[in-house]
């Protein structure tokens, strides 16, 4: 049964990788550009906007002669409206405010990961294992002045599953978090954002591991208010810290509400391949208060290649982790990995 989801959820990754990489890219014209969106004009071009890491947010303008004919077909995705004192709100805008940590094993993403483990505390776990995310950041809405599109506000949506199947144990999920969230970004000026928010984790164990090895869920669950911010202090560098509280805990008896993380990442996406290419190289480390504040230690190392015309970005990589389990219901875990994998954002 592990087997069939693991298949499953990798041809779901494929699928959307060969999608996201094959999507017709948009080309200027005179007129406009005509397609499933409607007409866009050229100002759909100079608003390309590239924040402090390279990542570009795309801000479309419609024209608005064809808005009566075409409404009716066309799809809100990344529409912007003028609002009065000199104030736009973008519809499910490309792109975020706040961007996700790169090295955080709880980040919503896609991803799959080949691990290996040079040390596990889960019993009866296996020492080579498939990791799979996946998960994303969704947009709602974005209010920003004019000309400045990189800095106001932005109202987010996110969800994400995180899962292990174990190689030497005939393919079994290990376990599983299922994570979703709502936050609010603010990015006033420079390279300065903020994110609050509320984010809720579900762990589960594994039905074939917990058939193998009798082990009952703890229910590990909680709802956390959350409280983050970054700093991009150069184009390429940049800090975060963020704290957790959680509101609500499924199980107090083993259970603590406060937890930490921060960061730095170093981002350079256009070294290589006339701008196409870069490199990266990210740190996360994060803590809980029932572990002791023990430390969660997460480096991630590769290459970065950002679509800019379709606010994604991709990369490949090498991942060394030390810590404690990614899933609560093994939390009391400690595991040590490394790791190969592919990641992207949507």
């Known amino acids: 049964m592990a087997r069939f989801i693991f298949d ?103 991803s799959i990961m080949r691990m290996s483990f040079s040390k596990t505390e889960i019993n009866e776990a ?8 996946l998960g994303t950041r969704f947009g709602l809405l974005r209010f920003h002045k004019d000309g400045d599109p990189n800095h106001g506000f932005q109202l987010d949506i996110e969800a994400g599953f995180i899962g292990q199947f174990d190689i030497d144990n005939s393919w079994d999920n290990i376990g599983w978090d299922g994570i979703y969230g709502i936050q609010l970004a603010w990015a006033p000026f420079g390279g300065f954002a903020f994110r609050f928010g509320t984010l809720h984790d579900s762990s589960h164990v594994g039905d074939e591991y917990a058939e193998r090895t009798g082990r009952e869920r703890i229910n590990y669950t909680r709802e956390d208010w959350i409280l983050g911010g970054s700093w991009y202090f150069t184009k390429k560098w940049r800090i975060y810290a963020e704290v957790g509280y959680a509101r609500e805990l499924r199980n107090e008896d083993l259970m603590d509400p406060l937890r ?58 090498i991942e060394y982790y030390n810590g404690r389990s990614h899933f609560g219901e093994f939390f009391q875990d400690y595991e040590k990995y490394l790791a190969v994998g592919f990641w992207f954002n949507l």
């Open 126 to 133: 296996g020492k080579s294992r498939w990791g799979l995310h």
């Open 8 to 110: 499953v959820a990798f041809c779901i990754l494929l699928l959307t990788c060969v999608f996201c990489l094959t999507e017709p890219v948009l080309k200027e014209s005179q007129a406009g550009i005509k397609g499933e969106l409607g007409i866009v004009t050229k100002e759909f071009l100079t608003n390309f906007a590239t924040n402090e890491a390279g990542a570009a947010v795309r801000n479309v303008s419609y024209d608005e002669s064809n808005t009566k004919k075409e409404t009716s077909r066309r799809l809100v995705w990344n529409r912007k409206i003028a609002l009065k004192s000199g104030w736009n709100m973008v519809l499910s805008p490309a792109g975020d405010l706040y961007h996700r940590y790169i090295a955080d094993p709880h980040s919503p993403s896609f």
């Open 260 to 317: 930490v993380l921060y960061g730095l990442e170093y981002v350079s996406s256009d070294s290589f391949w006339k701008g196409r290419l870069g490199w990266y190289a990210a740190v996360n480390v994060s803590s809980y208060e029932e572990n002791d504040w023990n430390l969660n230690n997460t480096i991630q190392v590769g290459l970065i290649f950002s679509a800019k015309d379709l606010s994604r970005n991709y990369r490949l990589g």
